[in-house]
């Protein structure tokens, strides 16, 4: 098995042992690849495990001990071992032994002749070197934290291949589709690639051909489960539930093969990210999308929107731009399980007044995903509804905001939902409302200038995660609040927002969260989608050929929902955990990143990913991590912490609103526009019933993206055609002089 060259370690605290049961026979493998809050003031080594032989060690409180196999012949085996308090830890190594059972019967006795390498000095880093190890043989070695703080331990190094895994416990099989459920593989049955595999607390991913091998380092019993984040995909009925037994460590079962009924939809994703947003200079933006279904998309187009500061450089690929000022990347077909992504080099304004601005850059990716959402089972519960935001502001003084259902008059709301309005995030006034189709609510309130954001509940089972929200910054004054704490309206998988505030110093290697949370305290609603961006840059003297980015993530959030974002490189991922955390081994083979002084904008790189909180997870509780970035064989840069608190938002401070219904002729139409046939699979009359001037008809889809939109001098008849439209909703928007009217269309 290949074996992990980045480990990281707790110095967890050790248990009191009896006289027949010893600390050492509780030691954890080192090519388990986790990361754990250390422990403090634990009972020292020499006390739990009097008889060894504890060499240049003075002292031995706070014990975590270790072993590792080596698993290919090299003159020196070196390995770093550092900490993220940059506090004082020491270490020995007693080894070789024949196997593991040979090294824990013999902890107790561990003699001055079988130490390889020891020190107790005062550094925060140490270095652990081993000269001729054997092939196939143990080593035990033990960390100390002498300074008695919590830190987490990181152990790195020893390169590809010389730390051998095969005496860990293996789980392996392979996951596959199934298209005529009978747990077989036959016909055009496929591996299914990167799905999650977990049990015991430990995960893994499947690779491209869809198998995996599930590393466990503890005896016992774990059912073993696939985790299943895609709508398209059920795993079949006639899969077995599988269990692994162990009884002792080394042991192996296999063949613990998944099989999944699948619906034939295409399924397109878009993510959007940038290195920064750094006045005056160029920066790097990419966008990745990705067919997630099971059947070809065809006429693929991803839409790029820049903020107000921000300006088109160059890309990778071919753009026209559109009457509203978007880039239209035209991608044509994206087969099943494809991914691409476009490279982008953009520029920020060189203005004085702009530093500190929020500057949010949008894509989004048509067609719709109509198939996948018609296969939602529960869509004929929704109430055909649709909510939509609009706000203004007027003359600097007030901020009118608009509630609208977009629907027609067969989708009336069947009960109320929610709507919320925050200013520079707290909430200040929450109401519900109930809206017929066609109508809106207008709600009037005194600007201030600080950031005032209206947020609206859709209706259950709308048929994509649309959750609307509308922010209006700088009327009435100025107050530039982080629009990057609360939400931004992208939980659908075919739109994406990155907001970056507009900068001249950063720091070049760090981690971000989106939303980072409200107030000093970073509060955010409970089941949040978190948007993690990690940043690195090579700030050395050289290339560097390899990055290595390894991040633990908290307990408290859920890796069932874990969904990979773009990138600034192509890496290679792999999945470990333990305790239910997962941890994240992103690897940048080749990447060649030049240094900073040589080549600024090429010197850096990013990675996005997006993953939940856990529906449990209890309200104040604090959820923080950091990533480790290896640059080639050096000590890791570690990040900044980057940390939330799970909180209800409640209203401290209310204002005023004036809340007004506003009815439109939408519940009149059927007495003057016509629309047939309907549902239509290739063309619909919308018959106007008289003749209009000036008059503008539009298409748009569910999710509020325009599909068509004609302008007419004259007209009492248009010839809608939908043949290269997809099976879906649709609303016909009709507008005149005196009317603004809506029609929904059904494509079949």
């Known amino acids: 098995m290949e074996a992990a060259n980045t480990v990281h370690h ?14 050492c026979n509780l030691i954890a493998n080192a090519c388990r690849r986790y990361r754990l809050l250390q422990q403090v003031k634990k ?15 003075g002292s031995t409180p706070n014990p975590a001990w270790y072993y590792f196999k080596i698993g290919e012949s090299t003159p020196n085996l070196s390995l770093s071992i550092s900490n993220t308090m940059s506090v004082d830890i020491d270490f020995i190594v007693w080894g070789p032994f024949d196997d593991l059972q040979a090294a824990t019967n013999n902890c107790g006795s561990y003699t001055s002749s079988q130490v390889e390498d020891c020190s107790y000095s005062a550094s925060a880093t140490e270095s652990l070197d081993i000269n001729n190890p054997q092939v196939g043989q143990v080593y035990v070695f033990l960390i100390t934290n002498f300074s008695n703080m919590p830190t987490n331990i990181i152990v790195s190094g020893g390169g590809s291949g010389i730390l051998d895994c095969s005496i860990l416990n293996m789980v392996t099989g392979s996951v596959h589709t199934d298209a005529n459920a009978d747990c077989d593989i036959s016909g055009t049955d496929a591996p299914m690639p990167n799905r999650l595999i977990t049990g015991g607390g430990h995960w893994a991913m499947t690779n491209a051909q869809g198998n995996y091998t599930l590393l466990l380092s503890e005896v016992g019993s774990y059912p073993i489960m696939q985790v299943n984040d895609n709508p398209l995909v059920a795993q079949t009925a006639c899969t077995p539930s599988y269990e692994a037994n162990f009884s002792a460590l080394g042991q192996e079962v296999s063949n613990f093969d998944f099989y999944n009924e699948v619906i034939p939809c295409p399924y397109l994703t878009v993510d959007v990210g940038s290195n920064m947003r750094r006045r005056c200079a160029t920066n790097n933006t990419v966008v990745e999308y990705c067919n997630i279904g099971f ?4 006429a693929v187009v991803v839409y790029v929107d820049f903020p107000e500061y921000v300006s088109l450089v160059s890309a990778q690929y071919p753009y026209t731009v559109t009457a509203d000022g978007n880039y239209a990347f035209n991608i044509g077909s994206v087969a099943a399980g494809e991914c691409g992504t476009i490279y982008m080099v953009d520029s920020v304004a060189c203005l004085t007044d702009i530093t500190g601005l929020m500057q949010c850059t949008e894509a989004w990716i048509t067609p719709n995903n109509t198939c996948a959402q018609n296969a939602n089972p529960n869509l004929d519960d929704w109430d055909g509804s649709n909510i939509s935001l609009s706000g203004v502001c007027n003359d600097n003084s007030s901020i009118s905001f608009t509630i609208s259902n977009t629907s027609d008059a067969t989708g009336n709301m069947a009960d109320s939902s929610q709507y919320r309005i925050f200013a520079d995030g707290d909430l200040v006034y929450d109401n519900n409302f109930k809206l017929d189709g066609g109508t809106s609510l207008t709600l009037q309130l005194v600007a201030d200038g600080r950031t005032y954001r209206l947020e609206a509940d859709q209706r259950p089972n709308h048929p994509n995660n649309d959750h609307p929200t509308l922010n209006i910054e700088n009327c009435g004054g100025s107050s530039n609040w982080n629009i990057n704490a609360l939400p931004n309206n992208d939980i659908d998988a075919a739109t994406e927002i990155d907001c970056l505030p507009i900068i001249d110093s950063y720091d070049p290697n760090d981690k971000q969260v989106s939303p980072s949370g409200v107030g000093n305290e970073h509060f955010v609603q409970p089941n949040t989608l978190f948007d993690y961006q990690i940043r690195f840059q090579n700030t050395g003297s050289a290339s560097a050929l390899k990055v290595v980015v390894v991040d633990t993530l908290p307990a408290q959030l859920d890796p069932a929902t874990l969904q990979l974002g773009a990138s600034s490189h192509n890496y290679n991922l792999s999945i470990d955990g333990y305790n239910g955390r997962l941890m994240l081994i992103f690897t940048f083979n080749g990447i060649n990143l030049p240094d900073s002084s040589s080549n600024l904008l090429g010197s850096q790189g990013f990675l996005k990913f997006k993953i939940a909180a856990k529906a449990d997870v209890p309200l104040e509780t604090t959820i923080s991590n950091n990533a480790y970035i290896y640059f080639d064989y050096n000590e890791p840069v570690i990040t900044n912490n980057a940390w939330v608190t799970i909180h209800y938002f409640k209203i401290d ?5 004036t809340v007004t219904p506003t009815a439109t002729p939408v519940i009149s139409i059927p007495n003057d526009f016509k629309l047939y046939p309907n549902p239509s699979k290739q063309h619909s009359l919308l018959d106007l019933g008289k003749t209009y001037e000036n008059i503008q008809v539009k298409i748009e889809t569910i999710n509020g993206q325009v599909v068509y939109n004609q302008q007419f001098l004259q007209k009492n008849q248009v010839l809608l055609n939908a043949e290269q439209l997809d099976a879906g909703i649709y609303f016909v928007r009709i507008i005149t002089q005196n009317q603004n009217a809506v029609l929904k269309w059904i494509k079949q």
């Open 653 to 657: 401070d209310p204002i005023a609103v």
């Open 43 to 57: 009972t020292q080594a020499e006390i739990v495990n009097p008889g060894n032989d504890y060499a240049c060690l």
């Open 10 to 23: 707790p110095t967890s605290g050790g248990r009191r042992a009896s006289s027949q049961q010893r600390l």
């Open 295 to 298: 059947a070809d998309a065809e």
